[in-house]
């Protein structure tokens, strides 16, 4: 049986067996410049909530991402959500947490990861209550924007809950 310059052997240039040239693929654009991934970790104390919420607006403004002001206090809100969540149900599992921001040309993505396995779950909370809305509050802010938010294992055995929301440029008027 013939191989006929086929499989690992090299084969002939100019044989009528050579697909044409391929069409080079055009350049990706070059990235956004607020275009990035951000990272930082904090104690998983009741101050590091509104530190988290001053370091992702500092850094949002400092790169110039083009957010609207309802995008951005809806942001903000989820971090205190998130990071209120770890502090007051991960602690005991998790003396940190991380903050990451990632933003892309049409999106901006907020995440906040701990060490506790448990993976929380939006419930109803009871009208009593004063706590327990803070997932429900999350998910409805994300939805209004347009986003999506999910909860995901880590490797290391803890989680990670995002939202990712579209940026909508502030509009002029």
């Not at 991402?65 to 007051?88: A, F, H």
């Not at 929380?120 to 803070?134: F, K, S, Y």
Request: net charge negative; aromatic share 4%.
């Amino acid at each position: 049986m013939e191989n006929h310059g086929r499989g690992s052997a090299p084969r002939p240039e100019g044989g009528r067996d050579d697909p044409p040239d391929p069409v080079p693929a055009p350049a990706p654009p070059d990235p956004l410049p607020y275009e990035g991934v951000w990272r930082f970790t904090a104690s998983a104390v009741d101050a590091s909530v509104p530190q988290a919420r001053h370091a992702v607006r500092d850094l949002l403004f400092r790169q110039g991402v083009p957010l609207s002001d309802d995008l951005l206090q809806g942001l903000l809100l989820i971090v205190s959500e998130l990071v209120t969540n770890v502090v007051r149900h991960a602690v005991l599992l998790s003396p940190t947490l991380a903050v990451e921001i990632a933003v892309g040309a049409e999106w901006v993505r907020v995440s906040v990861e701990d060490n506790h396995p448990y993976r929380p779950t939006a419930l109803v909370a009871d009208h009593d209550e004063t706590g327990g809305r803070g997932l429900l509050l999350v998910r409805e802010v994300t939805r209004e924007a347009g986003g999506v938010c999910d909860v995901e294992h880590t490797a290391s055995g803890g989680k990670v809950i995002w939202a990712a929301l579209p940026l909508k440029p502030a509009q002029v008027t």
